[in-house]
């Protein structure tokens, strides 16, 4: 199985600020790798698949990059709204499973 | 407007079964990938099952055997039959859409599954 490890567990940005987040995948996923943002009470929303593909109706401040083993999502100006917890998904060995990490959780300083 | 809506969630005994539904509104499941994954405050998220639109159905080896997803192209909902429950079953669960069976690109708010004596 491939893991997913995300960092860091917690991550806390003035507004107006960068925020990076990081997933790293324990072998290689190339690019079939897909961001989520699950605020609180609310569904998952899907922000990026293929790893920097942006999802319909997510804002230009948010980016993703990265192939291989190593992501990065990246919210160039953090707004109140983003508060939230963001997980990263492999999809690269379908059937094989599709897993996710455990997840940043981004709170406003 | 796209909608997912999971009920049939509770508290159920090891051992028992479960039904779990997720109706859909503003799409056509049946020709979507339709899949759930669940929340566990231990494992965070966990995908568990997909069906395709031409009704082929994967499973997580953790939950093989034990759960069959399904849909009823009549009523545009998905099911989740579960049997043989166990604690480290207990999550929240999501009806996700995916346009391809790799991942969700619209996912319900979830329905609370406790396996408790």
């Known amino acids: 199985e491939i893991v997913m490890t995300q960092t860091p567990a917690t991550l806390s940005v003035s507004p107006g600020e960068r925020a990076t987040l990081s997933c790293r995948a324990s072998?290689?996923?190339?690019?079939?790798l897909a961001w989520y943002q699950h605020k609180p009470g609310q569904a998952p929303r899907l922000l990026f698949y293929g790893a920097s593909i942006r999802a319909a109706g997510i804002p230009a401040r948010f980016s993703g990059s990265g192939s291989g083993t190593e992501f990065t999502l990246t919210i160039s100006s953090l707004q109140s709204e983003d508060l939230a917890i963001y997980y990263c998904?492999?999809?690269?060995?379908?059937?094989?499973?599709?897993?996710f990490g455990g997840g940043t959780k981004v709170e406003i300083k | 407007e796209v909608q997912l809506v999971e009920t049939g969630g509770g508290l159920i005994q090891p051992g028992g079964s479960l039904r779990l539904s997720c109706a859909a509104s503003?799409?056509?499941?049946?020709?979507?990938?339709m899949s759930w994954v669940r929340q566990t405050p231990g494992k965070g998220l966990e995908w568990v099952s997909i069906?395709?639109?031409?009704?082929?159905?994967y499973y997580a080896d953790s939950v093989n055997g034990r759960v069959t997803i399904s849909r009823d192209i009549s009523k545009n909902t998905v099911y989740l039959q579960m049997k043989s429950l166990r604690a480290e079953d207990t999550a929240i669960y999501y009806c996700?859409?995916?346009?391809?069976?790799?991942?969700?690109?619209?996912w319900g708010q979830g329905t609370l599954v406790t396996v408790s004596s």
């Open positions: 503003g799409f056509i499941v049946s020709t979507n990938y």
């Open positions: 072998q290689s996923v190339s690019s079939n």
């Open positions: 998904q492999q999809y690269n060995n379908w059937p094989r499973g599709l897993t």
């Open positions: 069906i395709y639109s031409g009704g082929s159905a």
């Open positions: 996700a859409r995916g346009k391809d069976p790799t991942y969700f690109d619209f």
